[in-house]
């Protein structure tokens, strides 16, 4: 009995102190992981935007984030950060669009967790060149097995249809939802 409960505070105390190092470390690198993250969302917002010199947070939820891009002051474009359901698991991308929301200027996938080989191939560059100053005045729509011959065509990717769809939707919403914010902001 006696080394049972020997047993049973020697893991108490060894469980006390790893989660108060665990919290300690979680203290000490929180102002560097938000830091970063704030480095990577400039990076992404300046790769999806053409001219960015800075942005302001117009709209930040869980699965949605308006930005708005600024060149000296000036509105430039709309950063549109959005996320759905892919194959996998959920897809977050951000959408660069132009301030009246009729062009999109690039795309950059912020997250997936799509197949190896197929539907992870919606991060590779000619994939992500494909969207690049498509027309957003309608909804983007996907081709199969031909080249896009409309401005608001994307192509999908071989062997990877439901995830290509996937994109499509996720930037068909997040446009039409920072459409509804922007007009909102309007009045």
Not at 111 to 118: A, M, N, S, V, W
Request: proline fraction near 3%; glycine fraction near 8%.
């Amino acid at each position: 009995m006696k080394d049972s409960i020997k047993t049973v505070i020697v893991l108490t105390l060894c469980a006390v102190l790893s989660g108060a190092v665990l919290a300690w470390f979680n203290k000490f690198t929180e102002a560097r992981v938000i830091e970063n993250k704030l480095a990577e969302l400039r990076k992404s917002l300046s790769e999806v935007v053409p001219g960015m010199s800075s942005y302001e947070e117009v709209v930040k939820e869980r699965d949605f984030a308006l930005y708005r891009v600024l060149s000296d002051g000036d509105v430039v474009g709309y950063a549109v950060e959005a996320q759905g359901n892919g194959y996998q698991d959920k897809i977050r991308v951000l959408v660069g669009v132009s301030r009246d929301l009729k062009r999109i200027y690039g795309l950059r996938v912020l997250e997936q967790k799509e197949t190896p080989g197929l539907g992870a191939r919606i991060v590779e560059p000619d994939y992500l060149a494909g969207w690049s100053e498509r027309d957003a005045t309608n909804p983007i729509m996907l081709v199969k097995g031909k080249n896009p011959e409309k401005p608001n065509e994307v192509h999908a990717i071989t062997g990877a249809t439901i995830t290509s769809k996937a994109v499509v939707d996720i930037v068909n919403a997040g446009i039409a939802r920072a459409r509804t914010v922007v007009k909102g902001e309007g009045k």
